[in-house]
């Protein structure tokens, strides 16, 4: 019996029974103390719909070797440049959220190539390297915000004409468009079926990805380089393959993210974009070398639920609001946990 | 001769790792200012017993060693490093242990400074706030240097220094230690030019007059001809054969390196027994910058059908040849299968002209570890030829996907063919046994429906039925398939068990080709480097 218990918590995995049994308490808690479960679930899908395509973007990374992609916000950067396209543009509903993604894409191809030049050239480094290559980035683009030549009142401060707001407001252009679409009850929770489709097929795509024959090569590449260069395998182009595609899905994640939240924060709003999904990835059981669709999904799930229905529910039992504190607890401590361990999030 | 007490006696030591007997009633002894060389291919187990003598804790983790060690008659307990240094054993290091940035006094001098008291230091009782007295250090430097006949001086730095320099400075911080008697040398000569290696030949013989005992670990004959007093040949962890020096010949332990009693088998005859005439594969000049393995210039014909053995002593280039073939290590040459060349340096090319390989670093090179056994299959011939996929969606011809039922029957067939003992083509390799692992990169080769084979230590590292059916497997293929195969390896009784010809290769070139039938001495004088003779 002990034996099979203990095969059981070790594939599952201790911090992923920590973290699904004091979710479960908060349930239990919350149903207790009168609150809406429902609610609570509604509000959890709809985050994870939000952060899914962030969390999915480490795992290209992972697999092709570079390890997590603490470089996020290069790809986040992108994106948003891809939405104020969009905006400046006066694009709106389904067509503005496609315009985003379009413009969007071929910036997060380009950007990602040049930042995998870099990481190339620091070989063992580039966790390290990417964290740095995030904050600065983000930086120079604060300059780009004030700088940039957008002509729209609406993204522009209203006082100099020239400038971007901190904050812009999406409601006239493709806020809530995935998350109003296909809205549908299941036992009084209401469900997003246009966000978390949206999710999901992406992870489909991914999926798909990992099966064909450059997909393959690329987690060749990551996990035996020498084997793969045996195989005729070019590595250095399968981890720059690896680098563009997490950019580029880290650059339509916060196109996603953005609409669902309802606006585009921009200047040093992206600087720490990558620590929950990193977070989330390696909760959900990725390791630095390996990492799958599952883990991404589980990842989110476990994590975005945590935080939030850690704030109401607390606020109910104790007064004052701890889940900041929470969430920085277990996010950058399921990180350090994970980075000390040479099993990763395992 | 009985002569004084023994400074070091290993024995009885038996070894196992995981029920692996790496080490079996080996016994080695040293007097006084004897240079005693302990020669052995790789793999014979002369590290895992210099481990022992240093009681690294590599072997307390696995359980330990059986037999004793006693030094000056007295019997030792070696559980660490640090104590076999107190008993005066010092070990000169294969890679240099050495910390560039600092002088060459320092180096020598590291955590056994010479100091001064001090105020400070008085106050605190505490030898760490000691002055350095650098005088005295580089005076006892310089002395040790002097032994060594280095005219080089002690307050240089270390980085920059030519290797060679390095290698005595090693050296010299051993000799400092008042408390040395025995010194170990492992392999010092590897990385050394000819001159220097000369140089350090005659350090030993230097410290030996100075009654310091020398255990000398070497797989170069020549150097141990030149300096040793008694020889120990360690084969397969066994202490083959101990030798003095007027009773060694060059030819005799080389012979005894590699020698193994061959039985005999007879291998299935084919209808046409290759010949010169039908050449499937020449090599022309071939040079193969890998370290440790280097190719100088090796001309050789493979006829089509053959199974060629190669083989030679460890250090001499016979791995490098199928490495720098096959695009692993920058080579330059001639390389021509069927008359036409093949572009050397670029793995995918060679891959494409129907060359395939199984690399003697099986969980290195060979091997996705953590993948399962059917991608690991399927991933090269995948890549290189378009394999186990299919289109998908049906409609998108362009867009294709792997082919999980093919690879899945594909992988199932191998198992069942090459008897791949596994859970199913879903077991991750990692978790298999050496032997099947060699299979399942066997498998990989096969994959891609080789013409030419280049099969590298088939057998090194897996156990003795496994050899077996590993080498069964070999020549069925060059049966069945008509595969011709390429095989270097190590051990020259499986070389002479089912091959056609064996080719030897001495420092980087074709010694020349034997009939597996030859004699050992043959071999061994071959192998020594002693005579060229051209094929066959």
């Not at chain 2, 294709?400 to 008897?419: F, N, P, Q, T, V």
């Given at each position: 019996?002990?034996?099979?218990?203990?095969?059981?918590?070790?594939?599952?995995?201790?911090?992923?029974?920590?973290?699904?049994?004091?979710?479960?308490?908060?349930?239990?808690?919350?149903?207790?103390?009168?609150?809406?479960?429902?609610?609570?679930?509604?509000?959890?899908?709809?985050?994870?719909?939000?952060?899914?395509?962030?969390?999915?973007?480490?795992?290209?990374?992972?697999?092709?070797?570079?390890?997590?992609?603490?470089?996020?916000?290069?790809?986040?950067?992108?994106?948003?440049?891809?939405?104020?396209?969009?905006?400046?543009?006066?694009?709106?509903?389904?067509?503005?959220?496609?315009?985003?993604?379009?413009?969007?894409?071929?910036?997060?191809?380009?950007?990602?190539?040049?930042?995998?030049?870099?990481?190339?050239?620091?070989?063992?480094?580039?966790?390290?390297?990417?964290?740095?290559?995030?904050?600065?980035?983000?930086?120079?683009?604060?300059?780009?915000?004030?700088?940039?030549?957008?002509?729209?009142?609406?993204?522009?401060?209203?006082?100099?004409?020239?400038?971007?707001?901190?904050?812009?407001?999406?409601?006239?252009?493709?806020?809530?468009?995935?998350?109003?679409?296909?809205?549908?009850?299941?036992?009084?929770?209401?469900?997003?079926?246009?966000?978390?489709?949206?999710?999901?097929?992406?992870?489909?795509?991914?999926?798909?990805?990992?099966?064909?024959?450059?997909?393959?090569?690329?987690?060749?590449?990551?996990?035996?380089?020498?084997?793969?260069?045996?195989?005729?395998?070019?590595?250095?182009?399968?981890?720059?393959?690896?680098?563009?595609?997490?950019?580029?899905?880290?650059?339509?994640?916060?196109?996603?993210?953005?609409?669902?939240?309802?606006?585009?924060?921009?200047?040093?709003?992206?600087?720490?974009?990558?620590?929950?999904?990193?977070?989330?990835?390696?909760?959900?059981?990725?390791?630095?070398?390996?990492?799958?669709?599952?883990?991404?999904?589980?990842?989110?799930?476990?994590?975005?639920?945590?935080?939030?229905?850690?704030?109401?529910?607390?606020?109910?039992?104790?007064?004052?609001?701890?889940?900041?504190?929470?969430?920085?607890?277990?996010?950058?401590?399921?990180?350090?946990?994970?980075?000390?361990?040479?099993?990763?999030?395992? | 001769?009985?002569?004084?007490?023994q400074v070091l006696e290993m024995?009885?030591?038996?070894?196992?790792?995981?029920?692996?007997?790496?080490?079996?009633?080996?016994?080695i002894d040293l007097y006084?200012?004897?240079?005693h060389?302990?020669?052995?291919?790789?793999?014979?187990?002369?590290?895992?017993?210099?481990?022992?003598l240093?009681?690294?804790?590599?072997?307390?983790?696995?359980?330990?060693?059986?037999?004793?060690i006693l030094i000056d008659?007295?019997?030792?307990?070696?559980?660490?490093?640090?104590?076999?240094?107190?008993m005066?054993i010092?070990?000169?290091?294969?890679?240099?242990?050495?910390?560039?940035?600092?002088?060459?006094?320092?180096?020598?001098?590291?955590?056994?400074?010479?100091?001064?008291?001090?105020?400070?230091?008085?106050?605190?009782?505490?030898?760490?706030?000691?002055?350095?007295?650098?005088?005295?250090?580089?005076?006892?430097?310089?002395?040790?240097?002097?032994?060594?006949?280095?005219?080089?001086?002690?307050?240089?730095?270390?980085?920059?220094?030519?290797?060679?320099?390095?290698?005595?400075?090693?050296?010299?911080?051993?000799?400092?230690?008042?408390?040395?008697k025995i010194?170990?040398?492992?392999?010092?000569?590897?990385?050394?030019?000819?001159?220097?290696?000369?140089?350090?030949?005659?350090?030993?013989?230097?410290?030996?007059?100075?009654?310091?005992s020398?255990l000398?670990?070497?797989?170069?004959?020549?150097?141990?001809?030149?300096?040793?007093?008694?020889?120990?040949?360690?084969?397969?962890?066994?202490?083959?054969?101990?030798?003095?020096?007027?009773?060694?010949?060059?030819?005799?332990?080389?012979?005894?390196?590699?020698?193994?009693?061959?039985?005999?088998?007879?291998?299935?005859?084919?209808?046409?027994?290759?010949?010169?005439?039908?050449?499937?594969?020449?090599?022309?000049?071939?040079?193969?910058?890998?370290?440790?393995?280097?190719?100088?210039?090796?001309?050789?014909?493979?006829?089509?059908?053959?199974?060629?053995?190669?083989?030679?002593?460890?250090?001499?280039?016979?791995?490098?040849?199928?490495?720098?073939?096959?695009?692993?290590?920058?080579?330059?040459?001639?390389?021509?299968?069927?008359?036409?060349?093949?572009?050397?340096?670029?793995?995918?090319?060679?891959?494409?002209?129907?060359?395939?390989?199984?690399?003697?670093?099986?969980?290195?090179?060979?091997?996705?570890?953590?993948?399962?056994?059917?991608?690991?299959?399927?991933?090269?011939?995948?890549?290189?030829?378009?394999?186990?996929?299919?289109?998908?969606?049906?409609?998108?011809?362009?867009?294709?996907?792997?082919?999980?039922?093919?690879?899945?029957?594909?992988?199932?067939?191998?198992?069942?063919?090459?008897?791949?003992?596994?859970?199913?083509?879903?077991?991750?390799?990692?978790?298999?046994?050496?032997?099947?692992?060699?299979?399942?990169?066997?498998?990989?080769?096969?994959?891609?429906?080789?013409?030419?084979?280049?099969?590298?230590?088939?057998?090194?590292?897996?156990?003795?039925?496994?050899?077996?059916?590993?080498?069964?497997?070999?020549?069925?293929?060059?049966?069945?398939?008509?595969?011709?195969?390429?095989?270097?390896?190590?051990?020259?009784?499986?070389?002479?068990?089912?091959?056609?010809?064996?080719?030897?290769?001495?420092?980087?070139?074709?010694?020349?080709?034997?009939?597996?039938?030859?004699?050992?001495?043959?071999?061994?004088?071959?192998?020594?480097?002693?005579?060229?003779?051209?094929?066959?």
């Open positions: 019996m002990m034996p099979r218990l203990k095969q059981t918590v070790e594939h599952i995995g201790v911090p992923r029974l920590i973290i699904a049994g004091f979710l479960a308490i908060i349930f239990v808690i919350a149903y207790l103390t009168d609150m809406s479960v429902p609610q609570l679930i509604t509000d959890s899908l709809v985050r994870v719909g939000m952060n899914g395509i962030l969390v999915l973007a480490m795992v290209p990374t992972i697999s092709c070797g570079v390890g997590l992609n603490f470089g996020l916000p290069v790809g986040v950067l992108s994106g948003l440049v891809g939405a104020l396209i969009s905006m400046e543009r006066g694009l709106a509903g389904f067509p503005g959220l496609l315009a985003a993604i379009v413009f969007a894409v071929p910036i997060a191809v380009v950007v990602g190539y040049l930042y995998a030049l870099l990481l190339e050239s620091v070989k063992g480094q580039e966790m390290m390297v990417g964290t740095y290559v995030g904050f600065s980035t983000v930086a120079v683009m604060c300059i780009f915000w004030l700088m940039a030549p957008f002509k729209n009142p609406e993204l522009i401060w209203a006082i100099g004409g020239k400038g971007l707001r901190f904050t812009l407001t999406l409601g006239n252009h493709f806020g809530k468009v995935l998350n109003n679409f296909a809205v549908f009850q299941l036992f009084g929770v209401k469900i997003s079926g246009g966000l978390l489709g949206f999710f999901l097929l992406f992870c489909l795509l991914i999926y798909l990805f990992y099966r064909t024959k450059l997909g393959i090569a690329m987690v060749a590449a990551g996990a035996n380089p020498v084997f793969a260069r045996s195989a005729g395998i070019d590595v250095r182009q399968m981890k720059a393959v690896g680098v563009v595609l997490s950019t580029v899905l880290a650059a339509v994640g916060i196109i996603i993210y953005a609409q669902s939240y309802g606006f585009l924060q921009l200047y040093m709003a992206p600087l720490m974009m990558a620590f929950p999904a990193v977070a989330a990835i390696l909760i959900g059981g990725a390791s630095l070398q390996k990492a799958t669709i599952s883990n991404v999904i589980i990842g989110t799930i476990l994590f975005q639920t945590l935080l939030t229905t850690a704030l109401p529910v607390t606020s109910r039992v104790i007064q004052g609001d701890i889940s900041e504190v929470a969430r920085l607890i277990i996010s950058n401590g399921m990180i350090l946990y994970a980075l000390t361990r040479p099993t990763g999030g395992k | 001769m009985e002569r004084a007490q024995k009885g030591i038996t070894k196992q790792y995981f029920g692996n007997t790496v080490l079996n009633d080996v016994s006084p200012g004897e240079i060389a302990l020669v052995g291919e790789n793999g014979a187990g002369k590290s895992t017993l210099m481990n022992i240093f009681g690294m804790p590599v072997i307390h983790s696995t359980g330990g060693f059986s037999g004793e008659g007295k019997k030792v307990e070696l559980l660490s490093p640090a104590e076999a240094m107190q005066g010092g070990m000169v290091h294969q890679e240099f242990m050495l910390l560039p940035g600092f002088t060459i006094t320092e180096n020598i001098k590291l955590n056994r400074e010479t100091t001064r008291k001090n105020a400070l230091s008085r106050l605190f009782k505490s030898e760490f706030l000691d002055y350095l007295d650098t005088p005295a250090m580089r005076k006892d430097a310089r002395h040790a240097l002097d032994r060594l006949d280095m005219s080089i001086d002690e307050w240089l730095p270390v980085a920059g220094l030519p290797v060679g320099y390095m290698q005595f400075v090693e050296i010299a911080r051993e000799i400092d230690k008042k408390e040395v010194l170990v040398f492992d392999e010092p000569t590897a990385v050394l030019t000819e001159t220097e290696a000369d140089r350090l030949l005659g350090s030993l013989r230097r410290l030996a007059a100075d009654g310091i020398i000398f670990i070497t797989h170069r004959l020549d150097e141990v001809m030149a300096v040793a007093d008694r020889i120990t040949v360690l084969r397969d962890g066994e202490a083959v054969a101990r030798l003095n020096k007027d009773e060694a010949v060059v030819e005799r332990i080389a012979e005894l390196m590699v020698g193994r009693r061959i039985e005999k088998v007879d291998l299935p005859p084919r209808d046409k027994e290759p010949g010169d005439e039908d050449l499937a594969f020449t090599i022309d000049n071939l040079m193969v910058d890998m370290p440790g393995e280097m190719v100088r210039g090796l001309s050789l014909s493979v006829r089509r059908g053959e199974i060629l053995g190669i083989g030679g002593l460890a250090g001499h280039g016979k791995l490098g040849i199928a490495n720098g073939i096959m695009g692993l290590y920058p080579a330059s040459g001639r390389v021509s299968k069927n008359g036409d060349l093949i572009p050397l340096n670029s793995p995918e090319q060679v891959l494409l002209e129907g060359l395939a390989f199984v690399s003697e670093d099986r969980r290195g090179v060979g091997l996705l570890l953590d993948e399962p056994i059917e991608r690991n299959i399927g991933v090269t011939a995948m890549q290189v030829q378009h394999k186990f996929l299919r289109p998908w969606p049906r409609f998108l011809s362009g867009l294709r996907l792997e082919d999980r039922k093919e690879l899945r029957a594909y992988s199932e067939e191998m198992i069942r063919k090459l008897d791949i003992r596994c859970l199913g083509p879903t077991q991750p390799v990692r978790s298999l046994s050496g032997g099947n692992q060699q299979k399942v990169c066997v498998a990989k080769a096969l994959a891609l429906d080789p013409e030419i084979l280049f099969v590298s230590e088939p057998t090194r590292g897996i156990d003795v039925g496994a050899k077996r059916l590993v080498l069964d497997l070999l020549v069925r293929l060059n049966r069945e398939h008509n595969v011709t195969i390429l095989m270097t390896s190590s051990e020259l009784g499986e070389l002479r068990k089912i091959c056609d010809r064996v080719a030897i290769v001495y420092r980087g070139r074709l010694a020349g080709i034997l009939p597996p039938d030859a004699s050992d001495a043959e071999f061994g004088l071959m192998m020594a480097g002693r005579v060229r003779k051209e094929a066959i």
